[in-house]
């Protein structure tokens, strides 16, 4: 089974850098399309960039420009750099992968999740 860890999370100031990491184990990440999810508190889980086996990417718009998602096949790796980091993009970070079809819009696609790497952004 797919098994996903998150690292890389924290707390910055806003305009702040971070990036987060996503390790995969127990099958090739390749096979599988990803993304990185994020909620607050009373929140929904929202999509926040997702990257195709293809390695086609799509972003939120509320990220667009600031955010980065990149994999690294050999280190079975996903990452998120994120830039001009702004006080509502503080939250819980997920990482997940999909086998089959997925949208970014909707959780459902995604059979694989970490258990999350929380940031913090102060204003």
């Known amino acids: 089974q797919l098994q996903l860890v998150e690292s890389g999370g924290g707390s910055v100031e806003a305009g702040g850098s971070l990036r987060l990491s996503c390790a995969a184990s127990?099958?090739?990440?390749?096979?599988?399309?990803m993304a990185w999810f994020r909620q607050s508190p009373g929140t929904e889980r929202e999509g926040v960039a997702g990257i195709t086996t293809a390695d086609g990417r799509i972003y939120a718009d509320s990220v667009k420009g600031r955010f980065t998602i990149s994999r690294d096949n050999a280190k079975n790796t996903l990452y998120l750099q994120m830039n001009s980091l702004k006080p509502e993009d503080t939250g819980m970070y997920f990482c997940a992968a999909a086998a089959g079809s997925w949208s970014l819009t909707s959780a459902v696609g995604f059979g694989y999740w970490g258990q999350g790497t929380r940031v913090t952004v102060s204003s």
């Open positions: 127990g099958y090739p990440s390749s096979w599988y399309s």
